[in-house]
């Protein structure tokens, strides 16, 4: 299982929106464009 899918679960939440999140904060903090688009 990926981790990501792991913590969603132990946190109640859906994958998909913790993946989008996660992106989300990358772009935000780091300015890396985590789609490579």
Not at 4 to 30: C, H, I, M, Y
Request: charged share 20%; aromatic share 8%.
């Amino acid at each position: 299982t990926h981790i990501l899918a792991s913590v969603a679960s132990w946190r109640g939440e859906e994958t998909q929106w913790l993946e989008a999140q996660t992106d989300a904060n990358v772009r935000t903090l780091f300015g890396i464009d985590v789609n490579g688009v």
